[in-house]
């Protein structure tokens, strides 16, 4: 399997990985900093939860039609436009703070907003990656995306913190900034990123849509990685909300909780390291298998030991295979899938999954409210089994081998005239 040196030397996927790295690291910073402003300017807790539930709801609420634009016009242009909106909403909150006018309903229109176009951009992104990536460096492609993510979990809460503390707009201003640095190092990409050609008959946006869906719902394959993925994330989330919850009641102090947080970031970055090496010597579906139950044995120690330390050690070693498991079968998603279907494919895919995320934090505080924190701990990591079940028991899943035995789509070639 190719390098990360040899991936480096690949001019359109470094300008897209530096591009959304750095956008990464700013709006996960804002993320963080969107309830500590809510919270200094109205001192309610349900309108400091309301920025982030509101930018969940804009990015589940465009990965669908954004799907079918994916499949329909320039990725470039669509993922261009979506990085340009983000310079004018953070740019507009930066101005808004030096001029003493920031407002909750102008953050929460932000946080609405800036989710639609994260949503926007995903589906396009994922279309991109294929197109100036090879297929055989799909999985270490996907394995630096997963660096990217891992990278700015580690960086992004420090960052806004400190610049928080100098100014409440500062972090606007540098958000700002990272997403024209996405801009201009989109416009670097001179792959051609246009669809796949049509000149069939006139095509409506529903019935796309409709056939991004007929697509994974009819092949068991596809189906049973929607539905899993979507029930892990739920599960999963939840236990991590529970433990984070948990360390709260028991009186630990914001470094130490923030050292979990950490912890498990640097964990996922040293699995995005090694994952093309996992996932080239491990056949891709019982990684998969491996991924869904490698949190379910830690959930022990998490419930009886409400420490920090436990917790991080814990968190950190889930995370470790976590990366492997993403690029690899996401790398085998994106191989198996016709071209002129694979943003709406990953688009529903994405959609089942980010449906999920928000329930996750009323899960589990209805799970501590009514059981407690060791019961609720144990519950979930019940449910993390049972989901578990669901790629175990699919041989569609467990069949996928090696990357290089898969079984890659292949474009049909036009047969030659007679």
């Given at each position: 399997?190719?390098?990360?040196?040899?991936?480096?030397?690949?001019?359109?996927?470094?300008?897209?990985?530096?591009?959304?790295t750095?956008?990464?690291?700013?709006?996960?910073?804002?993320?963080?900093?969107?309830?500590?402003?809510?919270?200094?300017?109205?001192?309610?807790?349900?309108?400091?939860?309301?920025?982030?539930?509101l930018?969940?709801?804009?990015?589940?609420?465009?990965?669908?039609?954004?799907?079918?634009?994916?499949?329909?016009?320039?990725?470039?242009?669509?993922?261009?436009?979506?990085?340009?909106?983000?310079?004018?909403?953070?740019?507009?909150?930066?101005?808004?703070?030096?001029?003493?006018?920031?407002?909750?309903?102008?953050?929460?229109?932000?946080?609405?907003?800036?989710?639609?176009?994260?949503?926007?951009?995903?589906?396009?992104?994922?279309?991109?990656?294929?197109?100036?990536?090879?297929?055989?460096?799909?999985?270490?492609?996907?394995?630096?995306?997963?660096?990217?993510?891992?990278?700015?979990?580690?960086?992004?809460?420090?960052?806004?913190?400190?610049?928080?503390a100098?100014?409440?707009?500062?972090?606007?201003?540098?958000?700002?900034?990272?997403?024209?640095?996405?801009?201009?190092?989109?416009?670097?990409?001179?792959?051609?990123?246009?669809?796949?050609?049509?000149?069939?008959?006139?095509?409506?946006?529903?019935?796309?849509?409709r056939?991004?869906?007929?697509?994974?719902?009819?092949?068991?394959?596809?189906?049973?990685?929607?539905?899993?993925?979507?029930?892990?994330?739920?599960?999963?989330?939840?236990?991590?909300?529970?433990?984070?919850?948990?360390?709260?009641?028991?009186?630990?102090?914001?470094?130490?909780?923030?050292?979990?947080?950490?912890?498990a970031?640097?964990?996922?970055?040293?699995?995005?390291?090694?994952?093309?090496?996992?996932?080239?010597?491990?056949?891709?579906?019982w990684?998969?298998?491996?991924?869904?139950?490698c949190?379910?044995?830690?959930?022990?120690?998490?419930?009886?030991?409400?420490?920090?330390?436990?917790?991080?050690?814990?968190?950190?070693?889930?995370m470790?295979?976590?990366?492997?498991?993403?690029?690899?079968?996401?790398?085998?998603?994106?191989?198996?899938?016709?071209?002129?279907?694979?943003?709406?494919?990953?688009?529903?895919?994405?959609?089942?999954?980010?449906?999920?995320?928000?329930?996750?934090?009323?899960?589990?505080?209805?799970?501590?409210?009514?059981?407690?924190?060791?019961?609720?701990?144990?519950?979930?990591g019940?449910?993390?089994?049972?989901?578990?079940?669901?790629?175990?028991?699919?041989?569609?899943?467990?069949?996928?081998?090696?990357?290089?035995?898969?079984?890659?789509?292949?474009?049909?070639?036009?047969?030659?005239?007679?």
């Amino acid at each position: 399997m190719p390098s990360y040196r040899s991936l480096a030397r690949n001019p359109d996927f470094t300008a897209l990985w530096v591009g959304q790295t750095v956008s990464e690291i700013g709006s996960r910073m804002t993320m963080f900093v969107f309830p500590l402003i809510t919270f200094a300017m109205t001192g309610s807790a349900v309108l400091a939860a309301a920025a982030e539930a509101l930018y969940l709801l804009g990015v589940a609420g465009t990965l669908l039609p954004a799907g079918v634009l994916a499949d329909r016009y320039d990725r470039r242009r669509i993922m261009m436009i979506a990085s340009g909106t983000g310079v004018v909403l953070y740019g507009s909150l930066a101005v808004a703070g030096m001029l003493g006018g920031l407002t909750v309903p102008h953050l929460l229109a932000v946080a609405l907003l800036t989710g639609v176009g994260a949503g926007l951009f995903a589906p396009a992104e994922i279309s991109a990656v294929r197109t100036v990536v090879p297929a055989d460096e799909l999985p270490t492609a996907l394995s630096q995306n997963q660096a990217r993510l891992h990278v700015a979990s580690l960086l992004s809460a420090p960052l806004g913190g400190v610049l928080y503390a100098i100014t409440r707009w500062l972090p606007f201003a540098v958000d700002a900034v990272t997403f024209a640095v996405s801009f201009v190092q989109l416009g670097r990409i001179r792959a051609d990123l246009s669809p796949e050609p049509y000149d069939g008959p006139r095509r409506r946006p529903l019935h796309d849509l409709r056939d991004g869906v007929r697509f994974v719902a009819s092949r068991p394959f596809f189906r049973v990685l929607t539905v899993w993925s979507g029930l892990a994330n739920l599960a999963v989330n939840a236990l991590f909300f529970v433990a984070i919850l948990r360390l709260i009641e028991g009186g630990f102090g914001s470094f130490q909780i923030g050292l979990v947080e950490a912890a498990a970031g640097l964990a996922g970055l040293i699995g995005a390291v090694l994952a093309p090496w996992v996932i080239e010597r491990m056949a891709t579906g019982w990684l998969t298998v491996a991924i869904a139950w490698c949190f379910v044995p830690l959930v022990v120690p998490m419930a009886l030991w409400n420490e920090p330390g436990v917790v991080a050690a814990a968190i950190g070693l889930g995370m470790l295979l976590n990366p492997s498991g993403n690029a690899g079968i996401g790398s085998y998603r994106i191989a198996v899938t016709p071209p002129e279907l694979l943003g709406r494919v990953q688009s529903t895919s994405q959609f089942v999954s980010w449906s999920m995320m928000p329930l996750a934090p009323v899960l589990a505080g209805a799970l501590l409210a009514t059981v407690g924190g060791r019961t609720s701990i144990l519950a979930l990591g019940l449910l993390t089994a049972l989901v578990a079940c669901i790629p175990t028991f699919s041989r569609s899943v467990r069949a996928v081998p090696r990357p290089d035995r898969w079984e890659r789509y292949e474009v049909p070639v036009p047969a030659a005239c007679a």
